[in-house]
């Protein structure tokens, strides 16, 4: 089945202790992203991947890392977590960038972090 | 950027068909206008997409205006399990990639 997968759906942490959320996709796609919801402020990108090797900032970058070493894994890693990362994670994918419209975002099922 | 503008909430009686409004009043010419989906908690669900015409699907309508400032998505026969929360998104495109662009949505409550 093609799906975005992300792991852990919930994850309680402290301040300052390093953590990773992962993502994986098992349908090929080119693009990769991130984003965090919270209420009253709708989804937010994080970080967005165009292809390996190749990432770019969102809209809210700042605490947060990823990488991306193969085409199907998206890390989001946050170094030093504070109360303010306190979210509702979503991981997604698309075919490819350049595809424009034919290729909507698929979405995993979220991962809920609080940092206490 | 494109951004775009959704009412906050509406209502709509189950087996009439529900229409969502959204303005996008600045997307440039190549830009698509998507439409997704969020029931409580879960992963935004795609619905459909359209750049100049008008659109139609298994799960919904798309309407764009001849100007392209604003678009509507039609559930033809909404029922209970339509209630959810409506992103009305378009597709920045740029040279180092694209990104999607989502709002605050509309909160679709579906009325017995």
């Known amino acids: 089945e093609a799906q975005v997968t992300q792991n852990p759906r919930y994850l309680i942490t402290v301040t300052g202790k390093k953590l990773t959320v992962t993502c994986s996709q098992n349908?090929?796609?080119?693009?990769m992203s991130w984003y965090r919801q919270d209420p009253g402020l709708g989804l937010r990108q994080i970080y967005y991947?165009?292809?390996?090797?190749?990432?770019d900032k969102g809209d809210v970058p700042e605490g947060y890392k990823v990488s991306r070493k193969e085409k199907r894994n998206f890390p989001l890693i946050l170094e030093s977590p504070s109360p303010n990362q306190t979210s509702l994670y979503f991981c997604?994918?698309?075919?490819?960038?350049?595809?424009?419209?034919?290729?909507?975002?698929?979405f995993g099922n979220g991962t809920r972090l609080t940092v206490t | 950027d494109a951004k775009t503008t959704q009412p906050t909430s509406m209502d709509c009686a189950e087996g009439r068909a529900a229409n969502l409004p959204c303005n996008h009043s600045?997307?440039?010419?190549?830009?698509?206008v998507y439409w997704y989906r969020q029931i409580h908690s879960q992963g935004p669900q795609y619905i459909i997409h359209?750049?100049?015409n008008n659109e139609t699907n298994e799960m919904a309508s798309l309407i764009i205006t001849e100007d392209r400032k604003s678009s509507t998505l039609i559930l033809p026969h909404a029922t209970l399990r339509d209630t959810a929360v409506y992103y009305c998104?378009?597709?920045?495109?740029?040279?180092?990639?694209?990104?999607?662009?989502f709002g605050t949505g509309t909160s679709l409550t579906v009325i017995p």
């Open positions: 359209g750049l100049k």
């Open positions: 600045t997307i440039s010419g190549n830009e698509y």
């Open positions: 998104i378009v597709r920045v495109n740029r040279d180092t990639g694209n990104q999607f662009y």
């Open positions: 991947s165009m292809n390996v090797e190749v990432t």
């Open positions: 997604a994918s698309s075919l490819n960038y350049r595809a424009w419209g034919s290729s909507p975002l698929h």
């Open positions: 349908m090929n796609h080119e693009y």
